[in-house]
């Protein structure tokens, strides 16, 4: 059976749009999650050393933020590679359905 699906031609606009929005959002998730494993461990280390209050800032500048930005990247390279492979994909298809 055929399929009854209409394909639309893609807009090449769309690709930074997705893009950008989906790194942020990867971006600021991967900076709390790594935020909150930094102070436990931060936490955990000083508790098991029984010395003084442990520096909890030491989390956002050695942990967080290098975590953050590497995540980021690692998203922003794969999901515009994948915007990218998405509209070439869409736009043969379109190309194959308006023809047949």
């Known amino acids: 059976m055929p399929s009854k699906r209409k394909f639309h031609k893609p807009r090449w606009y769309g690709i930074p ?6 790194t942020f959002l990867v971006t600021i998730l991967s900076f709390a999650v790594s935020l909150l494993l930094g102070i436990l461990g931060i936490i ?3 508790r098991i050393r029984g010395g003084a209050a442990p520096k ?8 967080a933020v290098p975590a953050a930005v ?3 990247v690692i998203v ?9 492979r998405h509209y ?8 194959i359905d308006r023809a047949g």
């Open 76 to 84: 922003l390279v794969l999901s515009l590679a994948m915007e990218i």
């Open 56 to 63: 909890v800032t030491l989390a956002y500048r050695n942990i």
């Open 17 to 22: 749009l997705r893009v950008a929005v989906v």
């Open 44 to 46: 955990l280390v000083a």
């Open 88 to 95: 070439r994909q869409t736009k043969v298809l379109a190309e």
């Open 70 to 72: 590497v995540a980021g």
